[in-house]
């Protein structure tokens, strides 16, 4: 299989149902963002963390490739052909949701409440951490913006916005673990 096609020289891309769209689509720039989510969250999987955590990311990435299927399929072509065989694109569940809110509950259990917003920072992992949770921000919005013209399964969004929350959890769980210094945000008061 040859990884180019030249199909895409003309500044298109097919979607699945081969629908072609401008690759500047609001759809083709939300699966684009979860793309670069899970590589972000591949980063951090990569780094020297508790294989607990390495476990998550792992479901997360898979979690982000049903998502990215979600999006990349035009509404009206939702089940695909596959030679014979039917392909029906996978959903996110309420398990799968769960899974990330079970996860932070139990993160959140060992942290110190918060008091304030956190600098990113104070160790490259952390920081990983908040880039992979801002560009996550983005695929939700990109993604709110493409529900509201074309609706897809609503978990969709329920999960990016959790997962968000997640790698914000994580991050300052593993600000406590690596020992990095987590600096309050604490406006300063004009004179």
Same mark, same amino acid.
């Given at each position: 299989?040859?990884?180019?096609? =030249? ?7 097919? #979607?699945?149902?081969?629908? /072609? ?7 083709? %720039? ?9 590589? !972000? ?6 780094? +020297? ?18 998502? &990215? ?7 009206? =072509? ?7 065989? /039917? ?13 990330? %809110?079970? %996860? ?11 008091? !304030?917003?956190?600098?990113? &920072?104070? !160790? ?5 951490? !908040? ?5 996550? /921000? ?11 013209? +074309? ?18 959890? #994580? ?18 008061? +004009?004179?």
């Amino acid at each position: 299989m040859k990884i180019y096609t =030249k199909t895409g020289d003309k500044g298109t891309t097919a #979607l699945f149902g081969g629908t /072609r769209v401008p690759k500047h689509h609001i759809r083709i %720039e939300s699966y684009g963002t979860v793309d670069e989510l899970n590589s !972000h969250i591949g980063l951090i999987r990569d780094q +020297e963390i508790d294989s607990v955590f390495k476990d998550i990311l792992i479901n997360i990435q898979d979690k982000l490739f049903t998502v &990215g299927a979600i999006l990349a399929t035009d509404p009206k =072509k939702a089940v695909l052909k596959s030679g014979k065989d /039917r392909l029906t694109i996978p959903k996110i569940s309420e398990e799968d949701i769960e899974l990330l %809110e079970k %996860e932070m509950d139990k993160m959140n259990a060992q942290l110190p409440a918060m008091t !304030h917003f956190v600098l990113p &920072g104070g !160790h490259q992992t952390v920081s990983f951490c !908040h880039i992979a949770r801002c560009v996550c /921000r983005r695929a939700e919005r990109l993604a709110t913006a493409l529900n509201e013209s +074309e609706p897809f399964q609503p978990n969709t969004l329920i999960y990016l916005n959790r997962l968000s929350d997640y790698l914000f959890v #994580l991050a300052r769980k593993l600000s406590k673990d690596l020992q990095a210094d987590e600096i309050k945000w604490i406006p300063k008061k +004009e004179l």
